[in-house]
């Protein structure tokens, strides 16, 4: 089965957007030209996961943000046509995490990138995240999308590294215990 991996950022207050979806908190800081590690995050990954709603907020990104294969786990959207600048790189599938890994495994995929809140809550609830790399902002937004939801069971995690960036976010870097 091919394998999931997370890369996202969250406010200190632990939200991934505002309630709207807006992610100006993040995108009008200064980074002083940090990637933050992305890059080499996704050096080897084959494939990006995401759900309906971080579709939505990259979709009408010029150039397309992504050159993997992007499949957007999605019921509202399943069956219904890509854009025509995204054929061939957007797959609209309506499919559980389960599903859709066993079904990249059989393409030759072996890891894949999981972005979006909803989906990393789906993916980790079915133990299918194998590390995760959030990058915590040092801004307090007060209300927003959460970047973790309710768990049917505690879910264990090993600190692989840590890092401070010049900016003052922080990355830290997990294992998924099984």
């Known amino acids: 089965m091919a394998t999931a991996h997370v890369f996202i950022a969250t406010s200190l207050d632990g939200f991934i957007a505002r309630p709207d979806g807006s992610l100006d908190w993040l995108l009008q800081r200064d980074h002083a030209g940090e990637d933050h590690g992305y890059t080499d995050f996704m050096a080897d990954k084959d494939a990006i996961v995401m759900g309906h709603g971080t579709y939505t907020t990259v979709a009408d990104m010029k150039p397309w943000p992504y050159d993997r294969p992007a499949y957007v786990l999605t019921k509202t959207l399943a069956g219904t046509p890509v854009p025509e600048s995204q054929q061939g790189k957007v797959f609209f599938l309506d499919l559980t995490p389960q599903e859709l890994l066993a079904k990249l495994a059989r ?68 294992r998924v215990l099984p």
């Open 107 to 174: 393409e030759q995929v072996q890891k894949v990138y999981v972005d979006g809140g909803k989906l990393v809550q789906s993916f980790l609830r079915e133990g299918l995240v194998q590390d995760m790399v959030i990058t915590t902002v040092p801004v307090l937004i007060g209300a927003g999308r959460p970047l973790f939801g309710a768990l049917a069971k505690d879910i264990d995690l090993e600190l692989v590294s840590s890092q401070r960036f010049p900016s003052g976010m922080v990355q830290c870097k997990y």
